[in-house]
């Protein structure tokens, strides 16, 4: 059995869930305060964000493949007759030989399967933003846990997982838990109230639902395709992370070339009102990347929607405090069924949903 990974002797499956639900809550916050704490006619390009967070999640990966690739392919004759003088990490020729290994396992011939998940992320990216700003940051949260449901049928269909009775049983709680928390939501629609927030009122429920609707529908099959690819095969986690962001980045390009013109230049464009609070929303959105990457290959696509329901209960204590945000009965209702759904859904059952794919990578 191999060893699992840990960090100081905490595996990496729980620090990654763990940081996966803290980060979650941040960006649910985070993002919604960039899109309302200002009037629209000074909101910052999401497309410009989507396409910065493909940017540098694409970096970073890059970096950490670079610096472990001896670990993702063994040495080879070419580098084994180099004499000594060139052992050293940053020599010249060694740094070639590693762009080389690097660029082999980037290009490899598999790499296109990474292109499906790539232009669902950047669909679901861009309709976050869209979700944010239509809806409260805790009515986003809660029904984003549909993805639950996308995420279980994707799985059962494509890695034929198999889910126990109460596991059903617990997709049909999220279900009707989502149902109740949407209905608070039309009520809540007429009664806005926000001294904090420019234009709550400009606020769009049915655009915001749909929207969360056809994210949770491309996050189950992106996720679970990454995790079909990432367990299929050998290749290392950050290879595939690149090769995500990759063939991420033209179809981020595509809204941000369809935009209209502006008189200030295409740079200045694309950055017009992008403050603090919008790089802080791409950086968050970054880390969580990354972690969902480390979840996705540590654990699943399943146990990752746990963690993320965890965060609901920070974000709705921060939306109460920060946001004005109302809470009635309904929504608190709807939001205990979900956490009741989620907790079911993780209880062992005598047929406890089991994958046939185990990461088979380094
Ligand atoms: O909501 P969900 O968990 O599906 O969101 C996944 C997020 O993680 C997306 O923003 C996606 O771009 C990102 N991701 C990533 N690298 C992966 C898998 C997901 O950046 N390998």
Same mark, same amino acid.
């Given at each position: ?23 979650? /809550? ?7 305060? /960039?899109? &309302? ?9 999401? =497309? ?34 180099? =004499? ?14 590693? &762009? ?6 980037? *290009? ?8 499906? =998940? ?11 933003? +869209? ?32 889910? /126990? ?7 049909? *709680? ?12 039309? +009520? ?20 915001? *639902? ?31 992370? &690149?090769?995500? /962001? ?35 929303? &791409? ?11 480390? %979840? ?29 945000? !109302? ?8 939001? %205990? ?9 993780? !209880? ?15």
């Amino acid at each position: 059995i191999p060893p699992v990974p840990s960090f100081r002797g905490i595996p990496l499956k729980y620090i990654s869930l763990v940081t996966l639900a803290v980060q979650n /809550s941040l960006l649910t916050l985070i993002m919604h305060y /960039s899109r &309302v704490s200002i009037p629209p006619s000074q909101s910052y390009s999401a =497309p410009t964000a989507v396409l910065l967070n493909e940017l540098l999640k694409g970096s970073i990966s890059l970096a950490i493949a670079f610096a472990r690739i001896n670990r993702v392919t063994p040495y080879t004759s070419d580098t084994t007759q180099l =004499p000594l003088t060139v052992s050293r990490f940053w020599h010249p020729t060694k740094i070639l030989l590693r &762009v080389r290994r690097l660029g082999r396992e980037v *290009f490899s011939p598999d790499c296109w399967k990474l292109s499906i =998940p790539a232009i669902l992320y950047v669909i679901q990216n861009n309709l976050q933003y +869209v979700a944010a700003t239509n809806l409260e940051a805790a009515t986003f949260q809660v029904s984003y846990q549909m993805k639950i449901l996308s995420t279980a049928a994707f799985s059962v269909i494509l890695l034929r997982k198999q889910l /126990s009775a109460s596991q059903w049983l617990a997709l049909l *709680f999220l279900a009707i838990g989502v149902g109740v928390v949407q209905i608070q939501t039309g +009520v809540s629609d007429t009664s806005k109230a926000s001294s904090l927030l420019f234009h709550e009122t400009s606020m769009n429920a049915l655009k915001g *639902f749909l929207a969360v609707f056809a994210a949770c529908f491309t996050s189950g099959l992106a996720g679970v395709y990454f995790e079909m690819v990432l367990k299929n095969s050998q290749s290392d986690l950050w290879i595939r992370n &690149v090769q995500l /962001s990759a063939f991420s980045l033209l179809p981020a390009l595509i809204p941000i070339i369809l935009s209209r013109p502006s008189e200030t230049g295409f740079l200045s464009s694309l950055f017009e009102n992008f403050g603090a609070w919008a790089w802080a929303t &791409v950086a968050i959105q970054v880390i969580g990347g990354l972690v969902t990457a480390m %979840v996705i290959k540590y654990s699943d696509n399943i146990l990752k929607g746990f963690a993320t329901s965890l965060s609901i209960v920070i974000s709705f204590l921060a939306s109460v405090a920060l946001f004005d945000f !109302q809470m009635t009965f309904t929504f608190i209702l709807g939001s %205990v069924i979900v956490l009741i759904a989620t907790w079911l859904y993780n !209880q062992p059952g005598r047929n406890p949903s089991t994958s046939r794919l185990v990461y088979v990578g380094k």
